[in-house]
């Protein structure tokens, strides 16, 4: 099992440019997360879901958006990427809510 | 809304040093807890959970950590840390209400010294 995988690993973006971000996990988890990790900050919950088709705001949705159209798929969406979105994100899956989450390997997002 | 706190942002060991961690969390019902680690560069993994039953709970690595609910606290352990130990170390939070996610602490950078 590859568990959670990300795609891209790194990326960098100019002001206004869109990108989507990739999550895909082979574990048959129902939940899905999508989080922003700054220095600092720990990690802040953007969007998540607790099934296929459903999706909903985390702490800080601003700035993104998620589909889960199929339930081992998680995409994070920046429509038109600013500099304050210059951080590491990192997807996570759960079997439960109140599991354990296992989380993908990060991607390095930098916005100029 | 349940939060966390990790007391230490950052702590500075020598190789062979006890460690301890604080980690305590707000909400008052029944929580299942979590201790992850983030190696330099990498993905955050699971160190131990506690859902239930003996509130000492061993984990991978040599760690450990105790639940005592009178003082929402789960604090972690390691009787001697080693120089590979150096990396952030999370703290993290599901309960009853909110039990869809986990809240997780800032951290705490722990830097073993050789």
């Known amino acids: 099992n590859a568990g959670v995988t990300q795609t891209p690993k790194f990326r960098v973006l100019k002001t206004g440019q869109s990108m989507t971000l990739l999550c895909a996990q082979d574990?048959?988890?129902?939940?899905m997360y999508w989080y922003r990790q700054d220095p600092g900050m720990g990690l802040r919950l953007i969007h998540y879901?607790?099934?296929?088709?459903?999706?909903a705001k985390g702490e800080v949705p601003d700035g993104y958006n998620v589909s889960r159209l199929k339930k081992q798929n998680f995409l994070l969406g920046l429509e038109s990427a600013a500099p304050s979105q210059t951080s590491v994100y990192f997807c996570?899956?759960?079997?439960?809510?109140?599991?354990?989450?296992?989380f993908g390997p990060g991607t390095r997002l930098t916005v100029l | 809304a349940q939060s966390v706190s990790q007391h230490n942002h950052h702590v500075i060991l020598s190789e062979a040093a006890s460690l301890e961690l604080g980690c305590n969390y707000s909400?008052?019902?029944?929580?299942?807890l979590f201790w992850y680690v983030q190696y330099p560069g990498q993905h955050l993994q699971l160190l131990l959970k506690y859902f239930s039953g003996d509130p000492l709970v061993k984990g991978i690595k040599g760690f450990e950590a105790e639940f005592i609910k009178s003082k929402f606290s789960f604090n972690l352990r390691k009787p001697s840390v080693q120089w590979s130990d150096t990396a952030e170390y999370f703290c993290?939070?599901?309960?009853?209400?909110?039990?869809?996610?986990?809240?997780f602490g800032k951290g705490t950078l722990l830097t073993v010294n050789p």
């Open positions: 996570a899956s759960s079997p439960r809510g109140y599991n354990e989450q296992f």
């Open positions: 574990m048959n988890h129902e939940y």
């Open positions: 879901s607790v099934g296929e088709g459903t999706t």
């Open positions: 993290a939070v599901s309960s009853g209400g909110s039990n869809y996610k986990l809240t």
């Open positions: 909400y008052g019902g029944t929580v299942n």
